[in-house]
């Protein structure tokens, strides 16, 4: 399992993954669930990936591919909407070709989610969510954020507090909020955490950044979250039409 989130705000765009996989409580491991395409100054992208590993790493591995060769790739298509459907083909392109594996290995899931956003010169910043049929929706003003893998124990602090509005640190620090919620509730979501800004029209990743267990504000932040959450518990009024027996 895997948490992703990735958010479209005026200044810019968001994301952050983590880096956890596992086969069982006794086979864990780290991979990276971000991957970066980039020509600065002229164009910007991150996929944050969620599902199958050997699913995403296979698709990740075709786009990288594809890159410098004369067939379309995400260097050279002319929209993010188009890179949107590239992903989108890869992806049902090779869940399909694992689907003839199934009933060899037998009750496998090969499917996975991308989340791609970024820039390209010309056009405005945008964010896809991409499903294992290879179709996709983007963000919009009133969906202002997408989530893979994990995704019920960190929405409902981003659904209290990101809109398009929201200052980059505010949606930063409570990115970090919803992926502490998500790692208290499921053991499958862990540290290292991936986190990459991208500044609206600067096309370019401004800012990366790998949370890992020595963070100090990271610390900092979940030990002041926990405190809050039950100091703010405390102060709420018992239900005044209760009457213990």
Not at 163 to 188: G, Q, Y
Request: glycine share 8%.
């Amino acid at each position: 399992m895997t948490y992703c989130v990735a958010m479209a705000l005026n200044e810019g765009l968001l994301f952050a993954s983590d880096s956890r996989t596992n086969a069982g409580v006794d086979h864990i491991s780290t991979f990276s669930k971000m991957t970066l395409f980039e020509v600065p100054g002229e164009r910007v992208i991150v996929l944050l990936n969620s599902g199958n590993l050997a699913t995403t790493q296979t698709v990740i591995n075709l786009l990288r591919k594809a890159v410098g060769s004369d067939r379309p790739n995400l260097l050279t298509a002319s929209s993010l909407f188009d890179c949107a459907t590239l992903v989108g083909e890869t992806v049902r392109a090779v869940i399909s070709q694992n689907a003839g594996q199934q009933a060899q290995v037998g009750n496998v899931d090969f499917s996975c989610s991308f989340i791609l956003g970024g820039q390209i010169g010309g056009e405005g910043q945008r964010l896809f969510l991409i499903y294992p049929q290879g179709n996709f929706i983007e963000a919009t003003e009133d969906t202002t954020y997408f989530q893979i893998g994990e995704s019920k124990y960190g929405k409902p602090i981003i659904d209290r507090v990101v809109k398009p509005a929201t200052p980059m640190d505010e949606a930063l620090k409570c990115a970090l909020v919803s992926f502490d919620s998500t790692m208290r509730s499921n053991l499958s979501v862990g540290l290292p955490l991936d986190v990459a800004l991208i500044r609206c029209d600067a096309l370019r990743v401004g800012f990366r950044h790998r949370v890992d267990v020595d963070d100090v504000y990271f610390g900092s932040l979940r030990t002041g979250w926990s405190q809050g959450l039950k100091r703010v518990f405390n102060e709420l009024p018992a239900p005044d039409w209760f009457k213990p027996g």
